[in-house]
């Protein structure tokens, strides 16, 4: 995927989740285009291994696709996409609880399902090693998903005070890794 | 969107793989009898659900008629909103949540709005830019953290907006490195939270934190104490009363960055009790509250047998402590029955009065019955200090009250005389036929140099009295003697 830099907007994934559900021809390549990286952002926070992320980002869009006919637009339909993503990702985890990597390994496996640069994967790699469950979900459900702080603190059950303060530390705890991160290669 | 989010949300969309083509070729084809059960839909339900919006529709077109504002846009108030912070503004709203108007309901409000024109903005614009209005001109900051948001709105509707305005409180003040404490509440549109505002000249929604904070401890504070204090000082209050329910709700922790702090407090109280005490000894409890008149922070421990209640005067570099009680932790065993010679002698003791010096001292006691045993109480003057003890029939210290004694009179700067005839004054408002001839058994203390404690009766009523030295301020309360 290349990037965008846009957080995806209710009202467009509205609208390509009625166009799925119609039969829509090209319907469900701009439901993929919309949220297909936060939902695969948000599997990787949550299993921390590039191949169960996939496997989740694959089972969540035939979800949605399977379920859209019966879809009620509540004005957060990325909020649903989520809680789907959530429920494939707990049942993986009740299957078999996932091996978390090291870091070179994530690197590596990273690097051979994507065409990413190597800012990009140390950027992602701090994000799942350096941070904190919560505060990895705050900032991917935020930065990636484009979901509201108060959306993303009813999703993990905390006040909203709580997750602002978790979602600044975390930015400002990446912020610092990477620009370490980056000095470190600048030396080697 | 700031720069490492955007280099968050670039990276994720790079190491995102390419699937699509494998989600595409699982999905299962989509059938026209699957595209046909939502055009089943399409029954008498929908039917008449489509002629239901159709005349809803017609009658919101003539109604709209009634509410066209001059612009033409619509500006019929569906809801509103109003923020406290010291300015108080009111934000009115359309049933699409756009602002019809913005109304400052007070002065600092008026400054805050300035000459922003809000009609038609979203909500969400409409809140940033007052908060941050209210930052610039620093009634916001790291040392005065609180907003109050009242809602008024449907319930369905009341979750929406106190989310929306709270995120957009909390984001804007992050923003400002400040972490927001917000209180919000459902409006109800009371009788008395009107009347109060009205008479006081504040908002409908600090009228009604005032009164919640008013009903949960009714003795406690008076209707013209609180009315003069800032929301964040009302929080600092409710938070230590829990008053939080179904229609108030706080986030956040109100900032006591304007006084001396909870350590300095805390330190302080165990101070007084014993020098070597620090905070890791004891099992410490500190919340803030206001004490005639001034914000105290409320000290509460178990130490040597005994729990102390300490207050400490929070605006006081030097902290002074304004109040000082202790009472056993927990009953003692029943013993023998002791005199009232020995019950006095034991008062003495605590007291470190010298034998030859207690026959000088006038000690007067009142006994009680409690808990099917007698408790004595006794008070006395020993130095500069007034004593007031609670012990029972065994021996067992209730509670000792020590206070500072400046003489029976003159009492500060007022004469007796003058203390009555002004209590008498503020009695008059709700007894108009009062006479200081027709009262009697006045008895007035100064409690710590701060308050008069005063208390006299009149017919069958007995009246309390407070009186603060500094303003001059007095409220009573009565009650009718059986």
Redesign the interface.
Known sequence: ???????PRSADVDSAIVGV???EEGA??RL?ALV??AV??YA?SLTKNVYDA?DV??DT??KV??SA?NYTSQGKPMAWIITIAKNLCYGKFRQQRTVNLTEEELDRQ?GS?????V???L??SK?LSELSEDERIA??L???AGL???EIAKHLNI???TE??KY?RA?EK??LK?QGGQDEKNRT | ??K?????????????????N???S???T?TPS??A??SKNTTWGWKIATCALALLLVVTVVLSGVFFGKTGKISAVASTVTLDVNPSVEIQLNSSRRVVRVNALNADGKRIIGNMDFEGAQLEVTVNALIGSMIRNKFLDESSNSVLVSVSADASEYDALV??V??EI??RL?EATV???VVSQWLRDTDSANQLATEYGISVGKAQLINKIMQSAPDKYTVEQLVKLKINELNLIAEGLDISDDVLTQ??TASDGKYIGRDKAIAIALERVNASLTAQDVNVKCKMDFDDGVMVYEVEFVYDGWKYEIEVDATNEAGNIVGFEREVSGRQPAGTDLTEEEIKALAFDIANVPEEERASISVSIERDRDDGRTEYELKFVYGDVRYKFEIDQYGNILSVKKEQFLGDTPVGQLTNEQIKQAVLAKVQSKFPTITLDGTREWEIELEFGQTYEIEFSWGRYEFECRMNVQSGEITFEYELDD
């Open positions: 995927m290349t990037a965008k830099c846009v957080k559900a119609s039969g469900l390549e993929y297909g990286s695969y952002a990787l996939q980002l694959h869009l035939i696709y399977e006919p990273l399902t994507s065409n990413s640069s800012e990009d994967r950027l992602v994000c900032v991917v935020h930065a990636v509201k702080h108060r006040p909203l005070a602002l303060s600044n930015l990446l912020k990477i | 969107m700031k490492i989010e955007r280099k968050v949300n670039e990276s994720f969309n790079n190491v995102t793989p390419d699937t699509l494998s989600i595409r699982d999905c299962p989509r699957t595209v059960t939502r989310g929306i709270s995120e909390s984001m992050s972490d927001a404490s986030q956040g």
